[in-house]
């Protein structure tokens, strides 16, 4: 005997794993659609189809920033390991040229080291407050290059594409 039924349900947002991502808890509205279909024998469920519309508009935009986020902190951790092991490479980008081993050691250590921690670590902690520390960071480095442009007349194109990430990143972080 076939039944089934239809329901919506209305909750808040308590986190959210896909896959080996996770969606941290925003405490937000959310609602969801379920249609069931079932095929009862003798008293009992033997076959089950369910479809869910558990993915709202701010659902899926919370979604798509956490991804973004994750992105831009994938992308730090990126600039940090080509400056850990080809740190004469960003000679061409940054302007820094790297004289004798204290300069590879600088690169090494501040583009390097502090870029893959900074992107590490919200990726391994996972909390909202790590990814608004480095967006908080982004945000002041670009104050700080834009202001440097300025007053050190360098509006060259490395620059003009630092200051646009740092904050296309930032905002993003900081959502």
Same mark, same amino acid.
């Given at each position: 005997? &076939?039944?089934?039924?239809?329901?919506?349900?209305?909750?808040?947002?308590?986190?959210? =794993?896909?896959?080996?991502? *996770?969606?941290?808890?925003?405490?937000?509205?959310?609602?969801?659609?379920?249609?069931? !279909?079932?095929? +009862?024998?003798?008293?009992? +469920?033997?076959? =089950?189809?369910?479809?869910? *519309? #558990?993915?709202? %508009?701010?659902?899926?935009?919370?979604?798509?920033?956490?991804?973004?986020?994750?992105?831009?902190?994938? #992308?730090?951790?990126?600039?940090?390991?080509?400056?850990?092991? =080809?740190? =004469?490479?960003?000679?061409?980008?940054?302007?820094?040229?790297? %004289? #004798?081993?204290?300069?590879?050691?600088?690169?090494?250590?501040?583009?390097?080291?502090?870029?893959?921690?900074?992107?590490?670590? &919200?990726?391994?902690?996972?909390?909202? %407050?790590?990814?608004?520390?480095?967006? !908080?960071?982004?945000?002041?480095?670009?104050?700080?290059?834009?202001?440097?442009? !300025?007053? *050190?007349?360098?509006?060259?194109?490395?620059?003009?594409?630092?200051?646009?990430? %740092?904050?296309?990143?930032?905002? !993003?972080?900081?959502?």
């Amino acid at each position: 005997m &076939p039944a089934s039924g239809c329901g919506h349900a209305v909750g808040s947002q308590l986190g959210l =794993r896909i896959e080996a991502m *996770d969606i941290a808890p925003t405490g937000k509205q959310v609602a969801m659609t379920v249609i069931a !279909i079932l095929r +009862i024998e003798g008293g009992r +469920i033997v076959e =089950r189809w369910v479809e869910m *519309d #558990g993915y709202s %508009e701010m659902e899926v935009s919370s979604m798509v920033l956490q991804i973004l986020k994750v992105i831009a902190a994938v #992308g730090t951790i990126g600039t940090g390991l080509i400056s850990l092991i =080809r740190p =004469r490479s960003v000679t061409g980008f940054t302007g820094l040229k790297p %004289e #004798g081993g204290r300069g590879v050691t600088e690169i090494r250590a501040v583009l390097g080291g502090f870029f893959v921690a900074l992107g590490a670590v &919200p990726l391994a902690l996972g909390a909202p %407050e790590t990814y608004l520390m480095l967006g !908080i960071a982004y945000l002041v480095v670009a104050v700080v290059r834009a202001a440097s442009m !300025i007053v *050190d007349k360098s509006v060259v194109q490395s620059n003009v594409i630092s200051v646009v990430v %740092e904050i296309v990143f930032g905002v !993003i972080l900081v959502l």
